[in-house]
């Protein structure tokens, strides 16, 4: 089992930046490919970022794609995302997930969720 929490959502104006965080436990955490998603209201769960065990591949959905930049930190079992150029269309809940394997866009493939946190753009 891997246990995620997310953390760092919050209220920002369009073109500011947020980190978000997500911390795991559980199971050896270098084992696992790291994703984030977001689903908006009325949406549904999109692919975000995903990045491998070794920080060596990472692949972004073309929406954040030079925005965005996800990274994790084996130490200390904790994935990031860094946002910035944040624009009211980025508002949704994030979610990380982690999942045995290569890189997936589908969330399907994934076998763990956090909670998630929510991220509010205003214009």
């Known amino acids: 089992q891997v246990q995620l929490v997310e953390s760092g959502g919050g209220l920002v104006q369009a073109g500011g930046s947020l980190r978000l965080s997500c911390a795991a436990s559980g199971r050896t955490f270098t084992n696992y490919f790291m994703g984030w998603f977001r689903q908006a209201p009325g949406k549904e769960r999109e692919f975000v970022a995903v990045?491998?065990?070794?920080?060596?591949?990472?692949y972004y959905a073309d929406s954040v794609k030079g925005r965005f930049t996800i990274s994790r930190d084996n130490a200390e079992k904790t994935v990031y995302l860094q946002m910035n150029s944040l624009k009211p269309e980025d508002t949704a809940s994030y979610y990380c997930?982690?999942?045995?394997?290569?890189?997936?866009?589908?969330?399907?493939?994934?076998?763990?969720w956090g909670q998630g946190t929510q991220v509010t753009v205003s214009s």
């Open positions: 997930a982690a999942r045995w394997g290569g890189p997936s866009y589908s969330d399907a493939a994934y076998n763990y």
């Open positions: 990045i491998s065990w070794s920080s060596d591949r990472t």
